[in-house]
């Protein structure tokens, strides 16, 4: 049966009053504003107090972490007696464990001593140091035997020929030997105090009349061939003056004379002098 106009007309109508009811929402939720969002002064402090808290308890979970990464010792012990294996069961690495050897070597007689080993953490510290004991250590002066000892001259010496002197031991006997070979040679007894607290436990005053120095044997760094890398590495050269020695011979050209040096900005007569020995010039 065919549809009328009119009702055709009412059909339309319907339709349209569908869509608009479905999409009425939508349009007015367009034309509505976003809600601002406020925040009172009392909100933002409490927010700043609870990150704070909870920045503190990350923190005190991280040193109860560390702290047991260490055991605390069965027993009262003494230092100079732990074994390096018995550094590690405490918690210690290889490495650290290494270093506290050598330093209970050479004899701790305090807590003190023992603090102040720079690879020890203060958590382990903390919890050995009410176990620790430590003898009474006599301080004796050093025993020096009337037998004749032959002189050594300190750039040929050999490390056993230095052990065997009064005061040496084999820790520094090495230490001799490998600052000589940074330098290139001795120049003078007294560098010897310029080694890692060489002073503190050897009497360089008795050493003095077993030591010579022959400076004719000192190996010198050449100034127009000799690399950034070999001054810099050379105990009295730094690496702002190993720079600047480089830069004024590329800028200048080969050195003739030691004492062209003085015209860098960063070398004063006094280190001239100190360097001049270890330094010469090849054309």
């Known amino acids: 049966m065919p549809i009328s ?17 479905a999409y009425m929402p939508r349009i007015l939720i367009g034309y509505a504003g976003e809600e601002e969002l406020e925040i009172s002064f009392e909100e933002i402090v409490r927010l700043e107090e609870e990150i704070k808290e909870h920045q503190a308890i990350k923190k005190v979970k991280k040193k109860k972490i560390r702290e ?8 009262a012990f003494n230092p100079n007696d732990y074994s390096k294996k018995d550094w590690m069961k405490l918690g210690l690495s290889e490495k650290q464990a290494a270093v506290v050897c050598r330093f209970s070597q050479r004899g701790l ?25 430590y003898p009474e250590l006599k301080q004796e002066k050093p025993v020096f035997e009337k037998k004749v000892i032959e002189s050594v001259e300190l ?7 230095l052990i065997d002197l009064p ?30 607290k060489f002073e503190e436990y050897v009497h360089l005053e008795h050493l003095e009349q077993f030591l010579t120095v022959d400076s004719r044997i000192i190996e010198r760094l050449d100034l127009n061939n000799s690399t950034f890398e070999q001054l810099k590495n050379h105990p009295y050269i ?46």
């Not at 953490?121 to 903390?126: C, D, G, R, T, V």
């Open 5 to 21: 106009k009119r009702n055709r007309r009412g059909l339309f109508l319907l339709l349209l009053l569908g869509i608009l009811v």
């Open 68 to 75: 047991e990464k260490f055991l605390t010792p069965k027993q």
């Open 109 to 133: 007689s305090s807590n003190e001593d023992l603090e102040n080993i720079f690879v020890l953490p203060k958590e382990l510290f903390n919890k050995i140091k009410d176990s620790t004991f």
């Open 155 to 161: 750039n040929s010496v050999t490390r056993e020929a």
């Open 167 to 196: 005061g040496i031991g084999a820790f520094y006997a090495d230490k001799i030997i490998s600052y000589r070979e940074n330098l290139g040679g001795y120049v003078s007894i007294e560098q010897l105090r310029e080694i890692w």
């Open 238 to 283: 730094s690496y702002s003056v190993a720079n600047s020695i480089v830069k004024m011979r590329k800028a200048h050209g080969d050195y003739y004379d030691l004492e062209e040096l003085l015209e860098s900005k960063l070398i004063d007569r006094e280190l001239f002098e100190k360097i001049r020995t270890y330094l010469k010039v090849e054309q």
